[in-house]
């Protein structure tokens, strides 16, 4: 009898300890020890539709988004949350509006509120087809509130994309002009009422566009804004869609010309849609608009890292 009231009892302890593992584990656990590229979430991946996420604080919610259909420019914004190891079905997100597109949700570190891009019109739009602007909404565990304006009012007629955000709350963004013709990189700051200020151009990517005559798309900067990971085009596949993904560091009080990254991050196919963890840990994108990779950051910016040539 006692025999087996010690083997239930160590079953028992086994199955609690199991739990409060599951308990304690997040999204991220999984890739702790990594130092190589891993494959993320495959059960959310989907074959070409495959966009950008952001995590939650305790990393245990991906917030992202799909397009509606495979010729239909129109997206809907998901939340998919981590239990007992694996990534739920994602559901739409309880804000989504079918008459508009939502896209690019980002958390905002320890606000209980998300900054997302949509073509809802914003207050001051005139036009017939308003483009992609800056939205936040509020999240309470009864769930959200209504959306907001957030700006820029100067850049409202742009197609604003692909935000990041530094610790200091600067939102770091991608702007296309109404006719498609140009793209220009931006950074808004974050002010003391917590409201952001007009953009500023981030000069560095624009200059580069200028001066090397690269194609450069998105970009995600890192939480203290000591790097940067950027989309770039290369020479040779212009008239595709393929980029590469590009490293280039803060130092001496100017960025680092953009370096091809290593370690089998890039290939023939389009690496893109950088996201960079909120705790500096991971590098997340996408690769061929069709599945999640993450790679370990000390890998990138310790004193071991592997890059190729730079960007002529």
């Known amino acids: 009898m006692g025999k087996r009231i010690g083997i239930a009892i160590c079953i028992f302890g ?14 991220l656990t999984q890739y702790e020890n990594i130092d190589s590229l891993a494959i993320f979430a495959p059960e959310l991946a989907m074959e070409r539709n495959t966009y950008k996420g952001s995590f939650s604080d305790d990393y245990n919610t991906f917030f992202f988004f799909r397009k509606k259909t495979k010729d239909q420019e129109k997206y809907i914004p998901y939340q998919s949350t981590f239990e007992k190891g694996q990534w739920n079905v994602p559901k739409v997100a309880e804000y989504y509006d079918e008459d508009y597109s939502f896209t ?7 606000e209980n509120k998300l900054i997302f891009l949509s073509n809802m019109r914003t207050k001051n739009d005139t036009t017939n087809r308003p483009n992609y602007n800056f939205w936040s909404i509020k999240r309470s565990d ?3 509130g209504w959306p907001q304006e957030l700006g820029p009012k100067t850049l409202m007629y742009n197609y604003n994309s692909q935000p990041s955000m530094a610790k200091t709350g600067t939102i770091f963004f991608t702007s296309d002009t109404p006719d498609w013709a140009h793209t220009y990189s931006y950074k808004m700051e974050l002010l003391d009422n917590d409201k952001y200020d007009e953009p500023k151009p981030f000069e560095p990517i624009n200059r580069w566009r200028s001066q090397l005559g690269l194609t450069i798309y998105e970009f995600a900067m890192g939480p203290n804004e000591d790097y940067l990971i950027v989309c770039i085009k290369e020479e040779s596949k212009k008239g595709t869609l393929n980029t590469d993904l590009y490293i280039s560091y803060f130092k001496n009080d100017d960025w680092t010309r953009p370096k091809k990254l290593n370690y089998g991050i890039n290939t023939a196919e389009t690496e893109n849609f950088p996201v960079i963890t909120a705790d ?20 990138l910016t310790g004193t071991d ?8």
């Not at 086994?14 to 999204?27: D, P, R």
């Not at 890292?305 to 002529?312: F, G």
């Open 104 to 110: 690019y949700q980002l958390n905002v570190p320890k």
């Open 142 to 144: 009864s769930g959200y």
């Open 14 to 27: 086994f199955l609690a300890a199991s739990c409060s593992n599951y308990k304690s584990a997040n999204g």
């Open 280 to 299: 500096g840990k991971y590098l997340i994108f996408t690769r061929a608009f069709s599945r999640f990779y993450i790679f370990p950051i000390n890998v």
């Open 305 to 312: 890292i592997s890059i190729e040539e730079s960007a002529s």
